[in-house]
C-alpha cells in the first residue's frame, strides 16, 4: 500500500483528492497538514483518528507517509513540492502544476535527479463525459475526427484566484488544454484571447478562449468562465462519420458536494444520469450514448501502481509541461494578437 499525505484541505484537498485517495486501491489516507483550527476540525470530521500535521515537515519527519500530494494554492505549491522531493518523497502535484513551463521543468529535473515520481493531478481526464467521447473516437464511430470543441463555464466568482498566480486560464485551462492533447495529442499552435477583471490582487483573467492547431492536423477549441452568471459544459467533436455532443455535468463533483464518498459504492460511482448521455450523429440518425463512468480515483491507482510496480505514470511531468507550455503561448498569444508556435516538448519522461 502507497501512504499517501494530503497537504493543504481547503477544497482540493477536502474534496477532490483525500475521498479518491481513501477509495483507490493500492493506496492508504495517511495523514492531513492542515494549520487553522476549523481546517483541522473538519478533517477530524471527515475523517476520524487521521493524523493531522501542523506543518509538510512535521509530516515528513514522522515518517507516516511514502508520498504527498500538493494541493495548497498556487504561489506556495512550487517550494512544497521541491521540500517533498528533496525528502525522497513521491509527489502528486495539483494544477496548476507550476506557473510556467520553464519552472515546471525545474520540478521535473529535481524529482528525476532524486529518484522519486512526479505525477500533475490532471483529473478531469476521468470525466466521465471526456472518457465517453474517447470511447467513442476509438470506437471509429466518427470517422476522422476533424475538431473538438469544449467549453466549461461556471457562475462561480468566489472561486476564482486572483493575482499574476492565478486566474482561470491557469485553472481551468489547465483541465481544458489537457483533455485536447489526451484526446488529440501534441499542439503546434494557439490562436487565444483572455478577458481580464481587476480584483485586489492586481488584473486577472476571469474568462478564456483557447484554439489550437495539433500536430496531427486536428483543431481543437476550450472556453470557460466563471463572472458571466452562467453555468454550462459541453462537448462537439465533429468528423468525417458524424458528430457527439454532450451537455454533461460534473457527476463526481456534485456528489462529492453533495456528501457522497466514492468508497460508500464504488461500482456506482461516476455514472451521469440517463438525460444527461450525449448524442452520436450519423447519417443512421441520433443515438443516445451511455456515459461511461468517471473515475478520479483511478488516477491514484495509477499513480500507486507507477510507484510500488514500476508501472506508467497516470499523468507525467512532461505531459504537465506540455499542457503549460501551450498555455504560456496562449497568454503570449492574448498580448500579442496573433498565433504563438508551441514549443515541443519530449513525453517520453
Not at 486501491?25 to 500535521?53: N, S
Not at 501542523?54 to 521540500?83: K, N
Not at 471509429?140 to 462561480?156: A, E, K, T, Y
Not at 457527476?251 to 456528501?259: R, S
Request: contains cysteine; proline residues 5%; neutral net charge.
Amino acid at each position: 500500500m502507497l501512504r499517501i499525505g494530503v497537504v493543504g484541505y481547503g477544497t482540493g484537498g477536502r474534496h477532490f483528492h483525500a475521498p479518491f485517495i481513501q477509495a483507490a486501491k493500492g493506496c492508504t489516507l495517511a495523514g492531513v497538514v492542515a494549520r487553522a483550527d476549523k481546517t483541522i476540525a473538519a478533517v477530524k470530521v471527515d475523517y476520524p483518528g487521521l493524523p493531522v500535521f501542523a506543518s509538510l515537515d512535521a509530516m515528513i519527519a514522522s515518517g507516516a507517509v511514502d508520498a504527498v500530494t500538493i494541493t495548497t494554492p498556487p504561489e506556495t505549491r512550487r517550494d512544497l513540492v521541491l521540500q517533498a522531493i528533496a525528502a525522497g518523497l513521491h509527489v502528486v502535484a495539483d494544477k496548476p502544476f507550476a506557473p510556467d513551463a520553464q519552472g515546471a521543468r525545474d520540478l521535473d529535473q529535481a524529482a528525476k535527479a532524486k529518484g522519486v515520481t512526479l505525477g500533475v493531478y490532471q483529473n478531469r481526464r476521468w470525466d466521465s463525459d471526456l472518457q465517453t467521447l474517447k470511447k467513442v473516437i476509438d470506437a471509429g464511430r466518427l470517422g476522422q475526427v476533424w475538431r473538438i470543441h469544449s467549453r466549461m463555464d461556471f457562475d462561480d466568482p468566489a472561486t476564482l484566484e486572483a493575482g499574476p498566480t492565478g486566474g482561470l486560464l491557469r485553472d481551468l485551462g489547465s483541465h481544458l488544454v489537457d483533455q485536447m492533447l489526451y484526446l488529440l495529442g501534441p499542439v503546434t499552435s494557439v490562436m487565444a484571447h483572455l478577458d481580464y477583471v481587476q480584483l485586489a490582487k492586481g488584473a486577472t483573467d476571469a474568462a478564456f478562449h483557447v484554439s489550437m492547431t495539433h500536430a496531427s492536423g486536428q483543431h481543437s477549441h476550450v472556453s470557460a468562465s466563471k463572472l458571466n452568471h452562467f453555468a454550462q459544459r459541453e462537448l462537439r467533436a465533429y468528423g468525417a462519420a458524424g458528430a457527439y455532443v454532450s451537455h454533461s455535468t460534473d457527476v463526481q463533483t456534485q456528489a462529492i458536494f453533495a456528501g457522497k464518498r466514492p468508497v460508500q459504492d464504488l461500482a456506482a460511482w461516476g455514472y451521469e444520469p440517463q438525460t444527461h448521455w450525449g448524442t452520436l450523429y450519423t447519417k443512421g440518425g441520433a443515438t443516445r450514448i451511455p456515459s461511461e463512468p468517471g473515475r478520479y480515483h483511478a488516477y491514484y491507482e495509477a499513480f500507486a501502481c507507477a510507484v510500488l510496480t514500476n508501472g506508467p505514470v497516470p499523468v507525467t511531468a512532461a505531459e504537465g509541461i506540455r499542457t503549460l507550455a501551450v498555455l504560456d503561448a496562449a497568454r503570449l498569444s492574448a498580448e500579442q494578437g496573433c498565433s504563438v508556435a508551441v514549443q515541443q516538448e519530449d513525453t517520453n519522461g
